[in-house]
């Protein structure tokens, strides 16, 4: 058999590559066709250089003795340009470049460069397997002549009219693919649509953006999208085009990949404007058997909005015919309305959004389905990318979900050819570079080679290459950021975040961190600095590891707790700017001398500590932030083992504040030392004062009835202490004190600059929230609240984990009366809070309901504050177990276990739990007559129990702490 003369050769460059080159195929059917021994190969080299060279090596063995000598290679893509002229030189052969853009050398690799023209690719493959001459005569042919330069012929080439096309359409799907050796089977394939590209023509010399460049449309595509070289059609061709033959010939190209290419079963459809074909394509297949088959759609964003009951319907005939239509290429491009107009989109951010929300809301559709795709069109990254522009795309894509559609949307950059209007722009604004190195690539170009195109590719090595070469494009020009703040986050995001998982309860799946937080995070905290500090970072590599580090650590730097997450997720409050934590935010702004993080537990204070020294300050001068850690007042009282964390860029007021803390924590100076840290800090002098005044300021309930004793009708909810996210850092003299209400407008300014308006106003939400207070720790965020008489109703409620959780959840409203605070269920029941009918932790029930600032029905409650204290039997259930249960609370207390709940069960059961020592132990006192598993029985009654860690894992009790084991056995000693 005779070795095949032409290698018809499509190097992939990675494996998600599945589409064969039609083109290839197409002429691999004709030369077939004229008794040309043919060889189609599909070949896949890794990304890796080294990886790459390896492989062509074993390709080039591969081909020897597969193909004739001096063969003729024929490529539709030059990628890689290196290992196509080693393969070149290898087997002695000549490449051809199945390509009509003959205008320029696209290096010495190539021999010859001639389009898809029927009559033209004959002739001339007729001259090449008879090794006669006589290119001259082959219309549209480009080839190197003897002084090494590639000849192009005078004129246009010519493009081969779609008639002559679908005449001579019969494409070859046989061939080998390498490494692996066996049969090619594709899986997908390409139909072709109507001519004339894309039918968008809006002209970019009416776009404001270029009015002031010198846009040659002889070469620079002035129509259409800015950043595409798409072919340009007119409306008139698509909606004049004969339908009736464009459909026939999709029928007929179905049927032959029906034959060809059984296992063909996902078909791309190349027509820009797909919809109105879609009906009568259906109803022509109707009548033939051909089997289900998926089509692939590509699509404008607008067409999609523009156009929804269209597809709908297609979707419809689709589904009848067991086909399916999948949305696999959207141009959404972005969510800034910015870098749309400078894209010449001719779209708002407002129908991109839309029509992301809409291909979800069609996923599962009859005959519909979206696929999650690379091939969707989006370009974060151009020269004229801002901060808030990437902070809009991010918030704007974790609202509607695309990356649901498109996973690495955040890495998409924008690729520049000269004849490209962007690439006039970036010309014209200074923003080329010399090459696509990390360190360079923010600089200015030494010289503007690139003014003329090239196709020579570039390395793999460097941080920054040119991403179209993973894909098989053409070479793209380097380009440098306008603005460096958006080269920092580039190059930040690029280094890789740990992801992190945001816990709604410890009872709940946490949802983990998507992309778009990633990228906010990063957004924020550039917007953060300076443009000094950003200088300084840019130029030093340490700096930049440092502060990339700091990002990539898994601290959440902010007051949100894990357990409030539903609330700030509620309010509308993007995950990064959970990260605000406005003691430190102030103080890296220079608005404020220093700060304070109170109780922070001990296991977390040095590594928090670590990470606050980390990170950058705006203010220039600064060498970075000072932090001090001191014992907390509450471990020297012995109540929680904690450090303050005191935060500051001056070292003489570190030390200021460490001599006050130092007193503050004594106790005949503490009032003074207490005024002298709020001047420190930067507290009102009022609520400072207001503050020292207290009998006991570790009582925050007490203190909040002071509060809002002293607050006049409507109180600030930007004065919550105990927000979500909160606005202010000091307990408030008054909810309406005009000194704090400065003090918080402040902070929100703050917010305004480094969040966004939007992220403000959501913290703001949060903080009007209503909230139940218990004690020091214990606060539980009330969501979708709404006063219906006395009643304050609610529809979910955040807070820590416990028994108070569940019986908060269990009930829908809230209502004041004598003797405590009542919970309503739907059903008409309900329970009572009142002190010491249900102790928790440590801490009677004593609490307070911040509502001050809600709009209470006239002569209502505006919060609650505990009733007299009550105590005696009634807080014990009538049942023969009262005794015994009453001696386990004693034997408890011996431990050194605290109450943290009691319940009363069906059929006169107790359930008592308790905390100490790291674990929480559960006890079970049935009646004797009691169906429950026991540890233990007596004449009085059944005990179990399980002990727990605070996590709720399940403890063994013979590795449990000691002083639980003697709980237990002691409660089953006196029971038996």
């Known amino acids: 058999m005779t070795a095949p003369r032409f290698l018809l050769l499509h190097l992939r460059p990675h494996a998600e590559i599945r ?22 190969v599909h070949a896949e080299l890794p990304d890796a250089d080294a990886d790459t060279t390896a492989r062509e090596l074993e390709l080039g063995a591969w081909l020897t003795g597969r193909v004739s000598a001096a063969p ?26 199945l390509s009509q853009e003959v205008d320029h050398d696209p290096g010495r690799a190539v021999d010859f460069a001639l389009g898809l023209e029927h009559g033209a690719v004959c002739a001339f493959a007729g001259l090449l397997a008879s090794e006669e001459t006589g290119y001259e005569n082959v219309p549209g042919l480009a080839w190197r002549g003897a002084d090494d330069r590639l000849r192009v012929p005078g004129g246009a080439p010519p493009r081969s009219p779609r008639a002559a096309l679908m005449a001579s359409w019969c494409p070859v799907f046989e061939g080998l693919r390498f490494p692996h050796g066996d049969e090619l089977e594709p899986t997908e394939q390409l139909l072709l649509g109507r001519p004339g590209g894309c039918p968008y023509r809006a002209d970019a010399r009416d776009n404001p953006l270029f009015a002031d460049l010198d846009l040659d449309p002889a070469k620079c595509s002035v129509n259409g999208c800015t950043f595409c070289l798409t072919p340009r059609s007119s409306d008139r061709v698509f909606e004049e085009h004969d339908e009736k033959g ?34 009568p394509l259906f109803e022509s297949l109707a009548p033939h058997t051909l089997g289900p088959r998926t089509l692939l759609l590509k699509l404008r964003a607008d067409d999609l909005v523009r156009h929804e009951r269209m597809l709908q319907k297609a979707g419809e005939r689709a589904a009848a015919l067991g086909w399916r239509l999948a949305l696999y290429c959207i141009g959404f491009e972005s969510f800034s309305d910015h870098l749309l107009r400078l894209f010449n989109k001719g779209v708002s951010a407002r129908t991109v959004e839309r029509a992301v929300a809409l291909a979800l809301a069609l996923d599962g559709a009859p005959g519909i389905s979206i696929e999650s795709s690379r091939a969707h069109g989006f370009l974060l990254w151009t020269p004229w990318t801002r901060l808030e522009d990437l902070v809009t795309c991010a918030r704007v894509a974790r609202r509607c979900g695309f990356e649901a559609l498109r996973e690495d949307w955040t890495e998409t950059r924008l690729r520049l050819d000269p004849r490209l209007p962007l690439f006039v722009r970036a010309a014209e604004d200074g923003l ?49 950021f306008a603005d460096p703040r958006a080269a920092l986050a580039d190059r930040l995001l690029s280094r890789g975040l740990a992801e992190r998982s945001f816990a709604l309860s410890p009872d709940e799946d946490g949802a983990g961190e998507c992309a778009a937080d990633r990228l906010e995070r990063v957004a924020l905290e550039v917007r953060r600095l300076n443009a000094a500090t950003v200088r300084r970072v840019l130029s030093d590599p340490v700096e930049e590891e440092r502060l990339a580090e700091n990002l990539r650590s898994f601290w959440c730097l902010g007051s949100v707790e894990p357990y409030h997450v539903a609330a700030v997720q509620a309010a ?31 296991a977390t204070a040095t590594p928090l500590a670590a990470h606050l020294r980390n990170l950058a300050v705006s203010t220039p001068d600064s060498g970075g932030l000072e932090v001090s850690l001191v014992r907390s007042a509450r471990a020297l009282r012995g109540d929680q083992d904690a450090f303050d964390l005191l935060v500051t860029c001056d070292p003489a007021v570190l030390q200021e504040l460490e001599e006050a803390h130092l007193k503050l924590c004594g106790r005949e100076q503490a009032s003074v030392a207490l005024l002298e840290t709020g001047r420190l800090l930067g507290y009102p002098p009022c609520c ?13 309930v007490a203190n909040l009835v002071a509060t809002l004793e002293r607050t006049g009708a409507r109180g600030d909810p930007r004065l919550n202490p105990f927000a979500p996210l909160p606005f202010i850092s000091f307990h408030p003299c008054r909810f309406d004190c005009p000194a704090a209400i400065e003090v918080a407008a402040a902070s929100e300014s703050l917010m305004d600059e480094l969040l966004g308006v939007e992220a403000r106003k959501a913290a703001l939400r949060a903080a009007a929230m209503p909230q139940l207070i218990f004690g020091r720790r214990l606060r539980y965020v009330l969501l979708g609240t709404r006063f219906q008489g006395a009643k304050l109703g609610y529809q979910k409620v955040a807070g820590p984990p416990g028994p108070l959780l569940g019986l908060l959840s269990h009930a829908r409203a809230l209502a004041p009366s004598d003797d405590g605070l009542r919970l309503e269920t739907g059903g008409g029941g309900g329970a009572l809070l009142a002190p010491r009918l249900t102790p928790v932790g440590d801490t009677p029930l004593a609490g ?10 006239k002569g209502t409650w505006a919060h609650w504050s505990p009733p007299a204290a009550q105590s005696g039997e009634s807080a014990m259930p009538p049942s023969p177990l009262r005794a015994f249960a009453a001696g386990v609370v004693s034997l408890a207390a011996e431990e050194g276990f605290a109450p943290a709940g009691r319940e009363r069960r069906a059929g006169g059961a107790i359930v008592l739990r308790f905390m100490g020592h790291g674990v929480q132990v559960r006890l079970e006192l049935a009646p004797p007559e009691s169906g429950t598993p026991a540890y233990a029985k007596g004449a ?21 702490p000691t002083s639980a084991r003697r709980l237990v056995e002691r409660a089953a000693s006196q029971l038996t």
């Open 940 to 960: 009085h009654g059944r005990l179990s129990y399980k002990v727990s860690d605070t996590d709720g894992r399940v403890v063994a009790l013979n590795v449990a």
């Open 72 to 97: 003729i290679i024929i490529v539709e893509r030059l990628w890689p340009m290196a290992t196509l002229e080693r393969l070149r030189e290898r087997l002695g052969a000549r490449l051809w470049w």
């Open 848 to 857: 307070v309901v911040l509502t001050a600032w809600q709009r209470a029905p």
């Open 572 to 602: 509308g409050l993007p995950p990064p700017a959970w990260d605000f934590d406005v003691a430190v935010e102030t103080v890296r702004a220079g608005r404020r001398r220093a700060g304070i993080l109170e109780a922070v537990e001990s």
């Open 432 to 480: 080329l570079a010399d090459d696509w190195e990390a360190p360079d690539a923010n600089r200015a170009p030494a010289s503007q080679a690139l003014g003329v195109r090239s196709n020579q590719r570039l390395g793999y090595e460097g941080a920054r290459v040119d991403r179209g070469l993973k894909q098989g494009y053409e070479r793209s020009a380097p380009w440098r």
């Open 688 to 700: 400072t004062t207001a503050f020292a005044a207290l009998p006991d300021r570790s009582d925050d």
């Open 19 to 40: 589409l064969p080159d039609l083109s290839l195929c197409i002429v691999a059917g004709w030369l077939r066709a004229m008794g040309h021994a043919t060889l189609l």
């Open 246 to 279: 464009v459909v026939d010939f999709l029928v007929r190209q179905i049927a032959h990949l029906a034959r060809a290419a059984p296992k063909a079963r996902r078909l791309v459809l190349a027509d820009d404007r797909p919809l109105p074909l879609l009906a």
